[in-house]
């Protein structure tokens, strides 16, 4: 399966985006999906996840209460809506899919698959 991922740019201190993971060449069925972020000299870090049967997800603690992720069937695609972003968010974002236990969604070298990335930039 290979993944596209977009929606980022710039925004404003407490704005908001959506995130877009499509899947093409195969579909999310059998798969969690999660959202990455790597900030300049900083490792990938975990953002969120869904498993695509069922909808279980798991939320960095940072993002809960701001950030959702969802999907949709038809469309074979999965969001991050990201509200309230801070100056912290900056980073750029990518999805990726595993089909490993929740106990390692967090982890990046859990994921098999990675999209191209898409740039967040939140300025104050």
Excluded at 19 to 34: E, H, W
Aim: glycine share 12%; with cysteine; aromatic share 14%.
């Amino acid at each position: 399966v290979q993944l596209q991922a977009s929606g980022g740019g710039l925004v404003q201190d407490g704005g908001s985006l959506r995130l877009s993971c499509a899947a093409s060449g195969g579909t999310f069925s059998s798969y969690t999906v999660g959202w990455f972020r790597q900030a300049p000299g900083k490792e990938r870090e975990f953002v969120a996840a869904i498993r695509w049967s069922g909808g279980s997800t798991l939320y960095l603690d940072s993002v809960k209460g701001r950030f959702t992720i969802s999907k949709d069937i038809a469309e074979n695609t999965v969001y991050l809506r990201m509200n309230s972003l801070r100056s912290e968010d900056t980073a750029v974002y990518y999805c990726g899919v595993t089909r490993i236990v929740r106990s390692s969604w967090s982890f990046p070298a859990s994921y098999y698959y990675w999209g191209q990335g898409t740039q967040v930039t939140v300025s104050s």
